[in-house]
């Protein structure tokens, strides 16, 4: 298997990554992941280390980070840029719990729909539908 991990087609490869091979291509054209020579006559080959890179990117992904902030991290993997890569992720942190806060009030606020609807059974008009007609102000507004 290691041998087969160092002479992967793009197709191995986006498999060994789960990941499709048109990710790995839009990747390539960003600057996230290089692209190997072409033997003359023959296929590009991949390797542990385009996997790994990959890994790293989805994971990065799924913490919340974009490309544009997933290129910086590539940029600071040496391991000697620590200060700034925690800044980065101080940023992104800080992003998150905006995200989770915003998620609150619209929860809250939805929740007092449904609590309305099901207190104003048999009324002709639904109280979450006359809501939404009506707009939220400002203190109910899940925007804000």
Do not use: W
Request: proline share 3%; net charge negative.
């Amino acid at each position: 298997m290691r041998n087969e991990l160092n002479s992967l087609t793009i197709g191995g490869l986006a498999k060994a990554a789960n990941v499709h091979v048109e990710t790995i291509r839009y990747y390539q054209r960003r600057g996230l992941l290089p692209e190997p020579a072409r033997p003359y006559g023959s296929i590009r080959r991949y390797g542990t280390a385009e996997v790994s890179r990959l890994t790293f990117v989805k994971t990065a992904q799924r913490l919340g980070f974009s490309l544009n902030e997933v290129a910086e991290l590539l940029r600071l993997e040496d391991g000697t840029h620590c200060q700034e890569a925690s800044t980065l992720a101080e940023h992104k942190l800080e992003d998150v719990r905006k995200k989770i806060e915003g998620l609150q009030r619209i929860e809250q606020v939805l929740d007092e729909m449904v609590h309305s609807c099901h207190r104003e059974e048999g009324n002709i008009t639904c109280p979450l539908i006359a809501s939404l007609h009506e707009g939220l102000g400002e203190a109910g507004d899940p925007r804000a």
